[in-house]
């Protein structure tokens, strides 16, 4: 079986690298990847998958599915593919993207034998608004028994965690004044604002090591001598669990409603960004593609400090996930510069890609086949 695999791999490698390219000469931002939706969509029609555009309601988002027939577990795989200002594919999205399509493939062309479905998502704008917690908050995962990804990087690391991010803007209504005529007549909502900002610092101490706030104000006011009747800031909290941020966030709009109360203000608050949550690596799962990935010739490290945060994140909340980092073995090579995205399409990309689909493809066929390594899978996955 892996030898089959390997060379469908390798009989299709080519073909599909020219897609990697084609992404790296025509570099999109997040939710305009028009020409890189296409170009994935057309790849996975002509090899007889079925082909959903606009998924989930979203312009660039795609599912493309194949369904062996015959009962089994549903291998889903994301594809990322918007790149960055200035740098184009300095995050190596190109491959990502590519990797899911070949791993599909590949995958494909054994599950009449062994059952099962695999099912490629096209999640556009990581790394703006990501489009998987939006996929998410509609259940897009839910039918997945696991769901992989496969991500460039200098030096290859296991899947790790990442950090959650909750956004919350607080908005508060007061009444002008003449500040000196009349201040009696006013509400101040700037200093609602400041009490707000300062009951945040005030409790820092007070929550667990790993709660961040970070925060701005956005609107203090308009001019000195009127009273402001308007203010606003916005703050991120981040943690490494969601229910953590989540308490995080609790904490912040009860300071919020105290300052409304102190200061006679109305307050509004409000999501201004998607919530990514933290990412929980399934480690059952996670060792078995870390075997393939060695097996391959990556020389997987365990994963670093995980302090960023992925869309990958609000998946992991609905389905078992492993989100395995490929590297070129180049400590000197950094991630979002343009550097990174020329080697996307040099022979080590070439390479990657085909380690990288490799691994996805196996590790499908030994979640299929292996009913006791699911079993593992899902009790983990219960647990979070
Ligand atoms: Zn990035
Ligand atoms: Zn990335």
């Known amino acids: 079986m892996r030898d089959h695999i390997l060379r469908v791999v390798d009989t299709n490698l080519d073909e599909i690298f020219e897609i990697t390219k084609f992404m790296y000469e025509n570099p999109e931002l997040g939710n305009e990847e ?8 057309e790849a996975f029609k002509k090899f007889g998958f079925e082909v959903e555009r606009e998924f989930c309601g979203i312009p660039t988002a795609f599912k493309a599915s194949y369904d062996s027939g015959k009962p089994g577990p549903t291998i889903g795989f994301c594809a990322e593919y918007d790149a960055l200002p200035g740098v184009g594919h300095g995050c190596g999205h190109n491959l990502i993207a590519t990797s899911a399509l070949l791993g599909a493939i590949a995958l494909k062309s054994v599950l009449g034998e062994i059952g099962g479905k695999v099912e490629v998502y096209g999640t556009p704008a990581e790394e703006t608004d990501g489009a998987k ?3 998410a908050d509609q259940n897009a995962f839910a039918g997945c028994s696991v769901v992989l990804m496969a991500h460039p990087a200098a030096i290859p690391e296991t899947s790790g965690s990442s950090m959650c991010l909750m956004p919350i803007t607080f908005r508060f209504y007061g009444k002008a004044a003449h500040a ?202 219960e647990a979070i």
């Open 180 to 381: 000196s005529a009349c201040p009696e007549e006013g509400i101040n909502a700037l200093d609602a604002v400041i009490q707000l900002y300062n009951g945040i610092n005030a409790i820092r101490q007070h929550v667990p090591n790993d709660t961040q706030f970070h925060g701005v104000i956005t609107n203090g006011g308009v001019a000195a001598n009127i009273v402001p009747d308007f203010a606003e800031a916005q703050f991120y909290c981040r943690a490494k669990r969601k229910a953590t941020a989540e308490a995080g966030i609790e904490k912040m709009i009860k300071i919020a409603e105290g300052a409304a109360l102190m200061t006679g203000a109305r307050l509004e608050h409000f999501r201004h960004e998607a919530a990514y949550y933290d990412l929980a690596t399934n480690q059952a799962l996670c060792e078995v593609f870390v075997k393939h990935q060695r097996e391959m010739g990556e020389n997987v490290r365990p994963a670093g400090k995980g302090n960023g945060s992925l869309d990958l994140g609000n998946v992991s909340y609905q389905a078992p996930c492993v989100h395995g980092w490929f590297g070129f073995e180049d400590p000197n090579l950094v991630v979002h510069s343009k550097e990174f995205a020329d080697r996307t399409v040099t022979e080590d990309g070439r390479q990657m890609l085909k380690r990288a689909a490799a691994t996805m493809a196996l590790t499908g066929v030994d979640v299929i086949t292996d009913p006791e390594l699911l079993k593992n899978i899902i009790l983990e996955f």
């Open 133 to 135: 917690a939006a996929m």
């Open 34 to 41: 028009f020409k890189a939706c296409q170009a994935m969509c």
